[in-house]
């Protein structure tokens, strides 16, 4: 079974522009939730999805959106880039039928910031 | 909300040493999750373990939930074991709540 899978791996973009990130969690996984890791603040939860429906966020500033499609392929943006946006941004894909199923991660994609 | 402390945060060994890794946790968790973080970024799962132990290989893994806490044994580390481990716990509506993680340095 393929694991997860995050595009792009690495990113740099300058102050003001926006990015998509893209997550394909595993094979029959409804569920992907998203996460900022940064050396300062640790990994800190930005949204989870499942079924096309966001079921909870972070508190993250509204610049920060997601999306799930119907194959629960799953799509973070980040509008007018901050330096402190520069992180690895990682999501997980699970089952999501509970609170407490195991998650899987993908490798991450590291943003840099300019 | 539940909060989450490992320790200790850096650890040196030399290899083939064992190691013993903490985490402890704030209020009661039906599951609790080891992952170890390697050099390039990449979360890697090492155990799901709400209660009780599991064992894979070299690693083994201890949670007591009745009183909060996870252990993580590691033995004859392998230079291959440095990096950063975490645990982390559902903190609710579909989130995992993490430790600040666990830095691992095998020497060779």
């Known amino acids: 079974k393929a694991g997860v899978t995050q595009t792009p791996r690495y990113l740099i973009k300058t102050r003001g522009q926006q990015v998509t990130l893209s997550c394909s969690p595993i094979s029959g996984h409804r569920s992907v939730s998203w996460y900022q890791q940064t050396p300062g603040q640790g990994l800190q939860f930005l949204f989870e999805y499942f079924s096309e429906t966001q079921r909870n966020k972070g508190n993250f500033p509204g610049r920060f959106s997601g999306r799930q499609f119907s194959n629960s392929r799953s799509e973070m943006n980040v509008s007018t880039l901050e330096l402190g946006d520069s992180a690895l941004y990682l999501c997980?894909?699970?089952?999501?039928?509970?609170?407490?199923?195991?998650?899987?991660f993908g490798p991450g994609t590291r943003l840099t910031v300019l | 909300g539940i909060q989450v402390e490992q320790s200790p945060p850096d650890l040196i060994l030399q290899e083939g040493a064992n190691s013993t890794l903490r985490c402890n946790f704030s209020?009661?968790?039906?599951?609790l999750q080891w992952f170890h973080q390697n050099p390039w970024g990449q979360l890697i799962n090492l155990f799901y373990?709400?209660?009780?132990?599991k064992q894979n290989g070299r690693l083994s893994a201890t949670t007591v939930a009745t009183e909060r806490y996870s252990l993580l044994y590691i033995s004859s580390s392998q230079t291959t074991d440095s990096g950063v481990y975490f645990c982390a716990v559902p903190g609710g509506n579909y989130q995992l709540i993490w430790g600040a993680g666990t830095k691992l340095i095998i020497k060779p």
């Open positions: 373990i709400p209660s009780g132990t």
């Open positions: 209020d009661s968790v039906n599951n």
């Open positions: 997980a894909s699970s089952s999501g039928t509970s609170d407490h199923n195991e998650q899987f």
